[in-house]
């Protein structure tokens, strides 16, 4: 089972990022599905979630009407970005968790992150 997360890079503030997270080597369609972020020295935090069958959604608050999460087919998530602000510098994970979308870490499957950097 693999989690591939894409997509990162720089940006200025006020632009757009549009990652992607692409999973395989199992069906994903039971699955929650959740983006997180760690900065230098911080702890790994929730970002977005998306249920398993891709109807509901959840944000942290300081992501909420700038971030999108979204899933295409069982297998794909993806979270577009705007308004990206230098707060938002850190490494983006992707993780998937058997039926439920916590917003804490206890998530089944990792992958291996996306650094997202956005200068001012």
């Known amino acids: 089972v693999q989690l591939q997360a894409s997509g990162g890079g720089l940006v200025q503030a006020g632009g757009s990022l549009r990652l992607s997270c692409a999973a395989s080597?199992?069906?994903?369609?039971?699955?929650?599905m959740g983006w997180f972020r760690q900065a230098p020295g911080k702890e790994r935090e929730f970002v977005a979630g998306?249920?398993?069958?891709?109807?509901?959604t959840v944000y942290a608050d300081s992501v909420k009407g700038r971030f999108s999460v979204s899933r295409e087919g069982l297998n794909t998530m993806y979270l577009q970005m705007n308004s990206l602000q230098t707060e938002d510098t850190a490494v983006y994970y992707c993780?998937?968790?058997?039926?439920?979308?916590?917003?804490?870490?206890?998530?089944?499957?990792w992958g291996q992150g996306t650094q997202v950097t956005v200068s001012s």
């Open positions: 993780a998937a968790r058997a039926l439920v979308m916590p917003t804490t870490t206890s998530y089944d499957y």
């Open positions: 998306v249920n398993r069958f891709g109807s509901s």
């Open positions: 080597g199992r069906s994903f369609g039971n699955y929650a």
